[in-house]
């Protein structure tokens, strides 16, 4: 049997660290993966719930936050309980054996700071560019032909 997951997205929230009893770390988050497509309520991303154990914990809730792009590797989980009403909860998750930080917090908070800026700039120029392409776009090759000997195959 196979029980293997590799996914890459952005988290949806900041990683929870929490302890055990015997105090190994345990951090969980949820990562957000774009579709392809829109699904018929109109959803257009997938929200995978995530658990990593010991030091990578650590080392997620350190480096990571709301937004933070990674790579995990892991394999599928799932889990029940009985909620406080007498109801069975099923969970699926996945337990990551890798997580590969893609994007870290410092790196987020410093780009967050730069789109702003940035697309002030990208607007203005994009804006007198055109108007400078006007001025100088030039209709003279309106036609051309194309020889025999010029397609290569």
Request: some cysteine; glycine content about 6%; overall charge negative.
């Amino acid at each position: 049997m196979i029980n293997r997951v590799v996914l890459v997205g952005r988290m949806t929230r900041d990683p929870e660290l929490r302890r055990t009893n015997n105090g190994a770390a345990v951090t969980s988050f949820t990562l957000a993966l774009n579709r392809n497509y829109n699904s018929a309520d109109g959803q257009q991303a997938d929200y995978i719930n995530c658990v990593v154990w010991k030091r990578i914990a650590e080392n997620v809730e350190k480096y990571c936050s709301k937004g933070s792009l990674v790579g995990i590797e892991g394999r599928l989980h799932s889990r029940n309980y009985e909620n406080a009403k007498g109801q069975k909860v099923y969970i699926v998750e996945v337990v990551c054996d890798s997580v590969q930080f893609l994007e870290t917090r410092s790196s987020v908070e410093r780009r967050q700071g730069q789109q702003t800026s940035f697309k002030e700039e990208k607007f203005d120029n994009n804006f007198e560019q055109s108007i400078d392409l006007e001025k100088e776009f030039d209709n003279s090759f309106n036609s051309f032909d194309i020889m025999d000997d010029d397609i290569q195959f």
